[in-house]
């Protein structure tokens, strides 16, 4: 396996390289941001019409996870629709994938804020759901612990001798996890982003997506020593 | 057809024109009143040397119709490629009208004119209107179009050379075509500096199939053009040309003013910081180049008209523009690459007629020092090189195709009857014309899903319109077919909104951490932090800076200047050279050896703990960069884990972490052949040329710098569009564009063809246990181009490794 392991408030869990998280103590498969019927709703709204194949990419990546964890549950995070109307319409054939994906299994929606109203699809439709010692909900809370959420697209750049790299990441420290996008047409925010830098506690992780879930330190130690950041103790 | 200037003038060059030249002491040129003479033609292409009074030709039948008959409305249309150009114009032709009290309106439309401004012209439109292509094509996509161009009879489009040479040309030529079908009887004329091939130029301007006649100028002169005699010798490596500073602070002292050419900004920055240093004598220098702020441009401009500098180090952002008659000398620094360029460069000096231009040339290393030899004998035999220009570009039509759509429904039969006058649309088929106008219709993608959301509709009279009347807006603000890297500003810290310094490309910001220093304008400044989409930046006097890249313009060498330079490698020994050059070139023939034209040169060796392949084609830069994909591309199926390449314009160089023993297998013909038609899917100059083909087609929205301060999910990277077309709908149309242009750019691979063909399986291979002296400027070029492959994974473990370690988090 390629995944990362790690754990959070007692909870032994995976990253996986596809950027989903895997409890596999509780059965549990959860994914952030998939953003299903994104194309569909710039093109309605008149924008650009985008190649319409990011809800089949999308699906195809969750199949192939389910597929190798077969999760008894599945939570989605938030934004899993690009909005509501995305949810009621999507692209033919992705409806009956999504509900083969749901057969047998649990299937939990969080609201996010693309898609705050409870879908038509089946499901439980949740604002947040409480899991063990485990909560999820869309976006993160300052202060919680145990908490696992979505929302930022969280994102790593590296310099690696000259070279740039971009990968959508987990970021993960004690009290929390915030998972990458999962969704096809995604973009990301950086790591380093200031909203990011506040929720996160020093000697927090970047787990970084690709062809294996590899761990980096959210913050290089260069740049943290010699510059102690305002509001850390000591 | 090719005319001189020997026939009966048609129109006459009125009284009071004769008059007023003749008050000044001017004597009219031979080619204006050939001008005059031939005002009725259809199309009229003028070749002419700067300062040849060429503009006020392509001015003079307009002058002459509207003095005679001064109706209102819109009589000639004057298009420059600069904006700088158009108000320069507007003063130049304020003159000769004020003085023959003549009832002409002149005004201009840039992308700086007011909104007030623009509201009255429309409502009230001079007779002459001076623009821009991208205005031009901004105007010509409002309903309004027909009624403000009524009338029109004129145009004028100035260094037409410049303009053929991209996109602009082929998007202004859509736009002619549009107002040849709004103006019936409009006649063309184009305004060039010295090209190898004018009927092509002429072709290239002309209504499809009218005839274009070509009137060229008398030369003038041949040029005074030297190789800058530095004393010492240039470096073995590098750009820059720094070694020079003492020499050309010389020069600086002893003309008026001098422009000193760059090939890059960086490169201009790093020279103009070392002649500043040096300026004892506190000669007014300044610096000019397209990362700069618009203000500080504008400075130096303003200060250049009023005769205020004694130089300016400059790229090719001042290759056009404003006639600065004071400007007596042209010094390019670095390799000149195409004799074209460097004569339209040299002729930037001494812009009166019948004077020779004084140019100089400072090869910025020694390898640059064999092109200059090679370039000055160019020169003086006029050996001018160019590659033939292909059909016009997919992209741009579609783009044309929606802003047709913006003005008003059109029927698709009569748009294409339109576009296939253009020149460069003139073999234009109907079914890749249906291709683009289903992509500007509904996307064009294979899964008909979403017909229901397109963005043209045909109605039952059968003519397309917008499905939203809205859309017009965001097609007119994506107008233009320039997509520049996505860049920053950098302003100075502390005072908020401090001043502003010019813009950097994103993706060099985002490999600064704080403390880096880099130089920008001239200075040295230290990297703060981001800010709002802002690189924010503190002073740092008199540090050396720790890095200085942002990328620049880059051609490739001809394929003339190429052979130019591997016949004089032929020779025993090079008198022509300076000593330090002959003796390096003659090192590099005992070390290893020197590249022929029927062979082909490789060597491997070792470096800094990489294992190194160099492949000296001389087939230009981009060719030289395809054969970096491909022969990359092969290393990775064979296991060699190449890590990157960069390319210059004589050669290629690989990294790896394994060495390669067999280059001649990677370099055979049929595998390079064979793994170019595979080699489409996923490498970074495809991708690249996919943003910006997507981008001009109007897949991509431009991005704003609105909309980047708020939108961080709405954007995301276009090698995400790129990828999931590649792998659900590899035919479509985009996916084709991206190919052809980059075939016509980036990718270049006749010159790898013509390259094979010639070397035939002579393929010499030398393993060297360091660096060979050829091989040594290689490792300081910019825009090294990653390998996503194999490497890239075993970097990014053992780096993880490292840094958990470093952080105390294992």
Same mark, same amino acid.
């Given at each position: 396996?390629?995944?990362?392991?790690?754990?959070?408030?007692?909870?032994?869990?995976?990253?996986?390289?596809?950027? !989903?998280?895997?409890?596999?103590?509780?059965?549990?498969?959860?994914?952030?941001?998939?953003?299903?019927?994104? /194309?569909?709703?710039?093109?309605?709204?008149?924008?650009?019409?985008?190649?319409?194949?990011?809800?089949?990419?999308?699906?195809?990546?969750?199949?192939?996870?389910? !597929?190798?964890?077969?999760?008894? !549950?599945?939570?989605?995070?938030?934004? /899993?629709?690009?909005?509501?109307?995305?949810?009621?319409?999507?692209?033919?054939?992705?409806?009956?994938?999504?509900?083969?994906?749901?057969?047998?299994?649990?299937?939990?929606?969080?609201?996010?804020?693309?898609?705050?109203?409870?879908?038509?699809?089946?499901?439980?439709?949740? !604002?947040?759901?409480?899991?063990?010692?485990?909560?999820?909900?869309?976006?993160?809370?300052?202060?919680?612990?145990?908490?696992? /959420?979505?929302?930022?697209?969280?994102?790593?750049?590296l310099s690696l001798g000259g070279r740039r790299v971009s990968r959508p990441c987990f970021l993960v420290d004690t009290a929390r996890v915030i998972l990458p996008a999962f969704g096809a047409y995604t973009g990301g925010l950086a790591m380093d982003a200031p909203v990011l830098d506040a929720l996160m506690a020093q000697g927090a992780v970047a787990i970084l997506t690709g062809v294996r879930a590899v761990a980096l330190p959210m913050r290089p130690a260069h740049a943290r020593l010699p510059r102690p950041r305002p509001g850390s103790a000591g | 057809m090719r005319h001189g200037l020997r026939y009966i003038p048609r129109m006459r060059m009125p009284d009071a024109f004769e008059t007023w030249f003749a008050a000044r002491g001017w004597t009219v040129h031979p080619h204006q009143r050939a001008m005059l003479a031939r005002a009725d033609a259809p199309a009229l292409l003028l070749i002419a040397p700067t300062g040849g =009074? %060429?503009?006020?030709?392509?001015?003079?039948?307009?002058?002459?119709?509207?003095?005679?008959?001064?109706?209102? =409305?819109?009589?000639?249309?004057?298009?420059?490629?600069?904006?700088?150009?158009?108000?320069?114009?507007?003063?130049?032709?304020?003159?000769?009208?004020?003085?023959?009290?003549?009832?002409?309106?002149?005004?201009?439309r840039t992308g700086d004119t007011t909104q007030t401004q623009r509201r009255r012209q429309r409502a009230d439109p001079p007779h002459i209107l001076l623009t821009t292509p991208e205005s031009l094509a901004l105007m010509l996509s409002y309903e309004d179009a027909p009624r403000i161009f009524a009338?029109?009879?004129?145009?004028?489009?100035?260094?037409?050379?410049?303009?053929?040479?991209? %996109?602009?040309?082929?998007?202004?030529?859509?736009? +002619? #075509?549009?107002?040849?079908?709004?103006?019936?009887?409009?006649?063309?004329?184009?305004?060039?500096? *010295?090209?190898?091939?004018?009927?092509?130029?002429?072709?290239?301007?002309?209504?499809?199939?009218?005839?274009?006649?070509?009137?060229?100028?008398?030369? =003038?002169?041949?040029?005074?053009?030297?190789?800058?005699?530095?004393? #010492?010798?240039?470096?073995?490596?590098?750009?820059?040309?720094?070694?020079?500073?003492?020499?050309?602070?010389?020069?600086?002292?002893?003309?008026?003013?001098?422009?000193?050419?760059?090939? *890059?900004?960086?490169?201009?920055?790093?020279?103009?910081?070392?002649?500043?240093?040096?300026?004892?004598?506190?000669?007014?220098?300044?610096?000019?180049?397209?990362?700069?702020?618009?203000?500080?441009?504008?400075?130096?401009?303003?200060?250049?008209?009023?005769?205020?500098?004694?130089?300016?180090?400059c790229t090719g952002s001042l290759d056009l523009g404003i006639d600065w008659g004071d400007v007596d000398l042209v010094i390019q620094v670095g390799a000149p690459k195409n004799v074209k360029r460097l004569v339209q460069r040299i002729g930037r000096a001494n812009h009166r007629y019948n004077a020779p231009s004084k140019a100089l040339l400072v090869p910025a290393n020694r390898f640059e020092v064999v092109e200059c030899v090679a370039a000055l004998g160019a020169v003086r035999e006029a050996d001018l090189d160019g590659e033939p220009r292909g059909p016009g570009p997919g992209d741009v039509l579609c783009q044309h195709i929606l802003a047709t759509a913006a003005a008003g429904p059109f029927e698709a039969d009569a748009l294409f009857s339109e576009i296939t006058t253009a020149g460069p649309y003139a073999g234009l088929t109907r079914a890749r014309f249906d291709? $683009?106008?289903?992509?500007?219709?509904?996307?064009?993608?294979?899964?008909?899903?979403?017909?229901?959301?397109?963005?043209?509709?045909?109605?039952?009279?059968?003519?397309?319109?917008?499905?939203?009347?809205?859309?017009?807006?965001?097609?007119?603000?994506?107008?233009? *077919?320039?997509?520049?890297?996505? %860049?920053?500003?950098?302003?100075?810290?502390?005072?908020?909104?401090?001043?502003?310094?010019?813009?950097?490309?994103?993706?060099?910001?985002?490999?600064?951490?704080?403390? @880096?220093?880099?130089?920008?304008g001239g200075q040295v400044v230290r990297y703060e932090g981001l800010r709002e989409m802002v690189v924010e930046v503190s002073r740092t006097p008199g540090r050396e800076p720790k890095i200085a890249v942002?990328?620049?313009? %880059?051609?490739?060498?001809?394929?003339?200047?190429?052979?130019?330079?591997?016949?004089?490698?032929?020779?025993?020994?090079?008198? @022509?050279?300076?000593?330090?050059?002959?003796?390096?070139?003659? +090192?590099?023939?005992?070390?290893?050896?020197?590249?022929?034209?029927?062979?082909?040169?490789?060597?491997?060796?070792?470096?800094?703990?990489?294992?190194?392949? $160099?492949?000296?084609?001389?087939?230009?830069?981009?060719?030289?960069? *395809?054969?970096?994909? +491909?022969?990359?591309?092969?290393?990775?199926?064979? =296991?060699?884990?190449?890590?990157?390449?960069?390319?210059?314009?004589?050669?290629?160089?690989?990294?790896?972490?394994?060495?390669?023993?067999?280059?001649?297998?990677?370099?055979d013909a049929t595998g390079l052949r064979a793994a170019f038609e595979t080699w489409l899917a996923g490498n970074a100059v495809m991708k690249r040329t996919f943003r910006s083909s997507a981008v001009i087609a109007g897949l991509i929205e431009r991005n704003t710098p609105g909309r980047r301060k708020t939108g961080r999910q709405a954007s995301f990277s276009s090698d995400i569009l790129y990828e999931t077309l590649m792998k659900y709908d590899p035919g479509h149309l985009m996916l084709e564009i991206t190919r052809e242009e980059a075939m016509k750019g980036l990718v270049d691979f006749g010159r790898i063809e013509a390259m094979l063909a010639r070397v035939r399986g002579r393929i010499d291979h030398v393993r060297r246990p360091r660096v060979t002296p050829l091989a040594a400027p290689l490792f300081l070029e910019a825009g090294r181009i990653p390998v996503q492959g194999a490497a890239e994974q075993r970097l990014i473990d053992a780096a993880a490794d490292r840094l958990m370690a470093e952080a105390g988090l294992v």
């Open positions: 396996m390629t995944a990362h392991p790690f754990t959070l408030a007692g909870a032994r869990l995976a990253a996986l390289p596809s950027g !989903a998280l895997h409890w596999a103590d509780a059965g549990l498969l959860v994914v952030s941001d998939l953003h299903l019927g994104k /194309s569909e709703r710039l093109a309605r709204r008149g924008g650009t019409l985008l190649p319409p194949y990011d809800t089949a990419e999308t699906l195809s990546r969750l199949e192939a996870d389910i !597929a190798a964890t077969d999760p008894r !549950a599945v939570i989605c995070l938030g934004d /899993s629709f690009d909005d509501n109307a995305a949810a009621r319409d999507l692209p033919p054939g992705a409806e009956e994938r999504l509900l083969r994906l749901m057969a047998g299994r649990r299937w939990v929606w969080i609201a996010g804020n693309h898609d705050p109203g409870p879908a038509s699809l089946p499901g439980t439709h949740l !604002a947040e759901l409480r899991e063990g010692p485990l909560t999820f909900r869309h976006i993160a809370r300052p202060g919680e612990t145990g908490e696992i /959420s979505g929302h930022y697209h969280p994102k790593a750049r | =009074g %060429k503009t006020l030709a392509g001015f003079l039948p307009s002058l002459a119709e509207i003095a005679t008959d001064p109706a209102p =409305g819109l009589h000639t249309l004057y298009i420059s490629p600069l904006k700088a150009l158009t108000a320069d114009i507007r003063r130049n032709l304020r003159t000769p009208i004020e003085e023959m009290a003549l009832p002409i309106r002149v005004e201009d009338g029109l009879r004129r145009v004028i489009v100035d260094e037409i050379h410049a303009l053929a040479e991209s %996109k602009r040309g082929d998007q202004l030529m859509l736009g +002619l #075509a549009r107002l040849s079908t709004l103006c019936p009887g409009l006649r063309r004329v184009g305004l060039s500096a *010295t090209v190898e091939d004018p009927p092509a130029l002429a072709r290239f301007l002309a209504r499809h199939p009218d005839p274009c006649e070509i009137l060229t100028a008398d030369p =003038g002169p041949a040029p005074d053009i030297a190789m800058l005699d530095t004393g #010492a010798a240039p470096p073995w490596a590098g750009g820059g040309g720094r070694h020079a500073i003492p020499a050309v602070l010389n020069q600086i002292a002893r003309h008026r003013t001098t422009l000193i050419f760059h090939n *890059t900004r960086a490169q201009a920055e790093l020279f103009f910081r070392d002649l500043w240093l040096a300026n004892g004598s506190g000669l007014p220098i300044a610096i000019h180049h397209g990362s700069l702020s618009r203000e500080a441009r504008e400075r130096v401009e303003a200060a250049m008209a009023a005769g205020a500098l004694r130089a300016v180090v291709a $683009c106008l289903d992509f500007a219709a509904t996307g064009g993608y294979a899964l008909r899903a979403y017909d229901r959301w397109q963005r043209l509709k045909q109605a039952p009279d059968g003519r397309w319109h917008l499905r939203d009347p809205r859309t017009a807006r965001q097609i007119r603000m994506n107008l233009g *077919t320039i997509v520049e890297e996505e %860049k920053l500003k950098v302003r100075m810290r502390p005072a908020r909104g401090g001043m502003a310094l010019g813009e950097i490309e994103e993706a060099f910001a985002a490999t600064l951490t704080p403390g @880096d220093t880099f130089l920008i942002f990328a620049g313009t %880059k051609f490739a060498t001809s394929t003339r200047l190429s052979e130019r330079i591997l016949e004089m490698f032929r020779q025993p020994d090079w008198p @022509d050279l300076p000593a330090h050059t002959a003796e390096w070139l003659a +090192l590099q023939r005992t070390v290893s050896r020197l590249p022929e034209r029927d062979r082909l040169l490789v060597e491997t060796f070792p470096h800094e703990g990489r294992e190194h392949l $160099c492949i000296y084609g001389f087939a230009g830069r981009n060719a030289q960069q *395809t054969l970096g994909l +491909l022969v990359t591309q092969r290393m990775e199926s064979a =296991g060699l884990a190449p890590l990157g390449f960069v390319s210059t314009d004589y050669a290629t160089l690989i990294w790896g972490l394994d060495a390669v023993t067999a280059p001649a297998e990677l370099l």
